[in-house]
């Protein structure tokens, strides 16, 4: 039955990330091309979709430690396919602005938030603890294969029936992840009783901030999402304008540029087995900085090959940390705190994206996109820099027991 249910899981969610990465290349493609945004406005795009993380990460990771987190995500699927299903309706009637386009983004975030934490705490429910690292290994995998077919697949549509189009692939596939939610079956653990919100909040947040592994995650990855979305949120504005690259191509080199997750994805558990989780993260962090370093050296012709393999290694490292620190998350934290614990996390962690993608674009306008993408090299050394100050240089692998927590307010 776990078996099964994995399979609904990994199905919906695959289906799911190569809609969303054919509309990580469509959307700012209709708001350059059918709206004529600025660069400043494709960035804000971006940061609409991960503002609610500010708004509302902290309450939700408590709410969905409450809720059936089956329940959770197919309802949040439900909420984006008809968020984005309404950019395509009103651009056929005509009435299409920026402002709905970032009403999407901005709506389909908040579903996002309330997903994200029900999946991450969902997971174990289908898998057992020593399948972890598997089925993340698994996930990523099929998340970096989504995002070397979904830009290409953007790029096709837009070339053969409009960016529009990109869009109703991304909402559709929302729609096939929530049918698959809707067959799975699994034994979550039964909701547990309720206690003040604030106490809760307070009670994920004391964790985070005491604990020194989960800290230094977050703070590290706090950096390094503000210089990653800086740096893409500019990147299709950087192909269209400074290289002067039509959709088609933009899409191509954009998945090419994510064949580095397939291989981050393939070789991690081979990494971790020959130099330790801990180190094996630290390594794959390592990575990002000189990858990110050559794409905005790239120029027309065989110059795009540099964009390429700054994607490709940003993209190698990224999703090899995240199976690692994913993992780790989901074996140390306890089950019952799980969401609070990871909304506390994902708020520092992605709460940056917005500011980020805002920073990249105001600086790609004041001073030129190449100037932006240079800037968020330095900030993602920064990021390493948090890390290597951290207990994990010490440590060849994670602490492999759940974390002890002695606190009354837990006892449920």
């Given amino acids: 039955m776990r078996g ?12 799911s990330t190569v809609g969303g ?13 059918v709206l004529h945004a600025s660069t400043f406005e494709v960035a804000s795009l971006t940061a609409a979709a991960w503002i609610p993380w500010l708004a509302v990460g902290l309450p939700a990771g408590a709410w969905v ?14 909420i984006q396919m008809a968020a984005f299903l309404a950019v395509p309706f009103s651009w056929a009637l005509g009435f299409l602005s920026f402002a709905m386009l970032l009403a999407a983004a901005l709506l389909g975030g908040f ?92 009670e994920g947040m004391r964790i985070v901030a005491r604990d020194p592994y989960l800290r230094v995650l977050v703070l590290s990855g706090g950096v390094a999402n503000l210089a990653l979305n800086g740096f893409y949120a500019v990147a299709v504005v950087f192909l269209v304008d400074d290289v002067g690259q039509g ?10 540029a994510e064949v580095g997750g397939v291989l981050g994805a393939t070789l991690v558990s081979r990494v971790a087995r020959r130099t330790g989780t ?23 012709g065989w110059g795009l090959t540099l964009f390429v393999l700054a994607g490709a290694g940003i993209a190698a490292g990224v999703v090899g940390s995240n199976v690692l620190g994913a993992t780790f998350r989901q074996r140390y934290c306890p089950r019952h705190l799980y969401g609070r614990i990871s909304a506390s996390s994902s708020m520092v962690n992605y709460g940056t994206i917005p500011l980020g993608a805002l920073v990249g674009g105001a600086l790609g306008q004041a001073a030129g ?12 050394l920064a990021s390493l820099g948090v890390l290597l100050m951290g207990p994990l240089r010490r440590e060849r692998d994670f602490p492999q027991v759940v974390l002890a927590v002695d606190n009354p307010l837990t006892q449920n």
């Fill in 4 to 15: 099964a249910a994995f399979r609904l899981l990994w199905t919906g969610q695959t289906v």
């Fill in 278 to 300: 801990a180190w094996g993260f630290l390594w794959c962090e390592a990575l990002v900085a000189p990858a990110m370093l050559l794409g905005p050296l790239a120029r027309p």
């Fill in 111 to 202: 579903a996002k938030v309330f997903f994200s934490l029900a999946y991450r705490a969902f997971l174990p429910s289908v898998v057992d603890d020593a399948d972890l690292l598997g089925a993340n290994v698994r996930l990523q995998g099929a998340e970096s294969a989504a995002q070397v077919g979904g830009p290409g697949l953007a790029g096709l549509l837009a070339s053969a029936f409009g960016p529009v189009s990109g869009v109703v692939v991304d909402a559709l596939s929302f729609g096939f992840s929530a049918l698959c939610l809707g067959f799975l079956r699994a034994d979550e653990p039964p909701p547990r009783p309720r206690t003040r919100l604030r106490t809760e909040i307070a």
């Fill in 21 to 33: 990465a054919v509309a990580s290349a469509s959307v700012p493609l209709v708001a350059l091309l």
């Fill in 247 to 256: 959709p088609g191509v933009v899409g191509l080199v954009l998945a090419l």
């Fill in 65 to 78: 430690d409450r809720w059936p987190k089956r329940r959770v995500m197919l309802v949040c699927d439900v």
């Fill in 369 to 380: 996109v190449r100037v932006a993408m240079f800037a968020m090299v330095g900030v993602q």
